[in-house]
C-alpha cells in the first residue's frame, strides 16, 4: 500500500477509491431501502435484520465522512462567498425542484386539492432529501469558520459542539436537525483526515488500526438493536438515550473505519476494470441517491394501499438483486436527465460545464 504523501498534481485528479467507495455505498442505500420495502413489504421489523443493520451502522457516516474529505480542497482553495453560492447551487436547488415535481405530481395523480401546496405538505418534502441539506449545513459551518482566519479548529470544534447540544423541538425540518446532529461528526472526521493527511499511514499502522476496528466492530454489532437508530429515538440529549448515541457513533465510527480499510485493500488488489461499474456509479450517486429516494416512495405508497401480507416473502438474494437494478436505472436515468442543462442544473444541481 502507498505510503509517501500525494503531491500537488495528483490532487487535482479523480480519486477513484473514493468514486468506488461512493459507488459501494450508494448500492447499500438501494438494497437497504429494498430490504425495508419489498424483503419486509413495509413491515417494521426490518430494524431487527441483521443485513439492515449491517448496512446502517456505516452507510450514511461514511458517505458524510466522505464528503467531508471531499470539502477540504473546496473550503481551502476557493473564495467562501463563491464556494457557499455553489454548494446551494449544488445541494439546495435540487431538493426544493424535487419538492415541486413531487408536489406537482401529487395534485395530478394521486388528488387535485391545494392542501398538496400548503405548507404543511411542501416544508416536510422539502427536507426528505435530508442528505442533501445536512451536507450543505456542514460545509458552509466549516467554510464560514475558515474565514475567521484565526484558531480554526478550536473555533470549528466549539460550533460542532454547539449543534450537538442544541435541543430539538418539534418542527417541519426537525428530521434535518436531528440528522445535522447526527451526521456533524462523520463530516468533520473526513475532514480532518483531509486536512493531516494521515490518510497515507505506514502499512503496519495501518493493519493495527483494521484489527483494533474490527474488533469494535465485532464487540458493538451485538449490542445494536432498535433504540439504537437514529430513526426510532433520535439525538436528544437526555437520560436513557445516552447510551443510545453512545452506541451509535461508537459502532459507526469503528464500522465506518474497517470498511474503509477492507475496500481499500480490495481496490489496491483488484484490476481496475473490476471496479469501473463501482466507480461509475460513484461519480453519479447524486443521480441515484435522488431518483431512489422517490422510487421508493412510489413503492411505499403501493405497500400503503397493500397492507396484507403477501403470500410468499421476495427472497433475500432476489431483494439484493432488486436494489442493484434500482441503483442502475437510476444512473441511468439520470443520465438522461442531466443531457440538457436547465434539467442537469435544476434536478441535480450541475452547471452545463459540469455534466457529463
Not at 26 to 55: E, N, R, Y
Not at 204 to 213: H, R, Y
Not at 238 to 249: A, D, H, K, Q, T
Request: overall charge positive.
Amino acid at each position: 500500500m502507498r505510503s509517501e504523501p500525494i503531491t500537488p498534481a495528483e490532487s487535482t485528479k479523480r480519486n477513484d477509491f473514493l468514486d468506488g467507495t461512493k459507488g459501494v455505498l450508494i448500492l447499500l442505500v438501494t438494497i437497504g431501502h429494498a430490504i425495508q420495502f419489498i424483503h419486509f413489504w413495509g413491515k417494521s421489523t426490518f430494524f431487527d435484520d441483521p443485513w439492515f443493520k449491517a448496512i446502517y451502522i456505516f452507510h450514511m457516516p461514511l458517505f458524510m465522512a466522505v464528503g467531508g474529505y471531499l470539502s477540504y480542497a473546496g473550503i481551502q482553495k476557493r473564495a467562501t462567498g463563491v464556494y457557499i453560492r455553489g454548494k446551494i447551487e449544488s445541494y439546495a436547488l435540487p431538493a426544493f425542484s424535487w419538492t415541486g415535481v413531487y408536489v406537482v405530481c401529487l395534485y395530478l395523480f394521486v388528488e387535485a386539492t391545494r392542501s398538496w401546496f400548503s405548507p404543511r405538505i411542501v416544508i416536510p418534502e422539502t427536507c426528505r432529501l435530508w442528505f442533501l441539506w445536512v451536507l450543505l449545513i456542514a460545509v458552509v459551518l466549516t467554510a464560514l469558520v475558515k474565514r475567521i482566519g484565526r484558531s480554526f479548529w478550536p473555533i470549528l470544534s466549539l460550533v460542532f459542539a454547539g449543534v450537538i447540544l442544541i435541543p430539538i423541538p418539534p418542527s417541519p425540518i426537525q428530521d434535518v436537525i436531528v440528522q445535522t446532529k447526527y451526521m456533524l461528526p462523520y463530516f468533520l472526521a473526513g475532514y480532518i483526515v483531509a486536512a493531516s493527511g494521515s490518510y497515507f499511514l505506514s502499512r503496519d499502522k495501518l493493519v493495527v488500526i483494521g484489527v483494533v476496528a474490527a474488533l469494535a466492530t465485532v464487540i458493538l454489532f451485538p449490542l445494536w438493536n432498535y433504540n439504537t437508530y437514529v430513526y426510532t429515538t433520535g439525538m436528544n440529549l437526555v437520560p436513557g438515550n445516552y447510551e443510545n448515541i453512545i452506541l451509535r457513533y461508537g459502532a459507526g465510527f469503528a464500522t465506518s473505519t474497517f470498511v474503509v480499510l477492507v475496500l481499500c485493500t480490495l481496490f489496491h488488489n483488484c484490476p481496475g476494470r473490476w471496479s469501473l461499474p463501482l466507480r461509475v456509479i460513484g461519480r453519479d450517486s447524486l443521480y441515484i441517491y435522488i431518483l431512489q429516494t422517490y422510487l421508493y416512495i412510489i413503492i411505499d405508497r403501493y405497500m400503503t394501499n397493500h397492507r396484507s401480507e403477501p403470500e410468499h416473502r421476495i427472497g433475500f438474494l432476489t431483494t439484493i438483486l432488486i436494489g442493484i437494478a434500482v441503483a442502475w436505472i437510476c444512473w441511468f436515468i439520470g443520465r438522461m436527465l442531466a443531457r440538457h442543462p436547465i434539467t442537469a442544473l435544476m434536478l441535480f444541481g450541475k452547471s452545463g460545464k459540469r455534466v457529463g
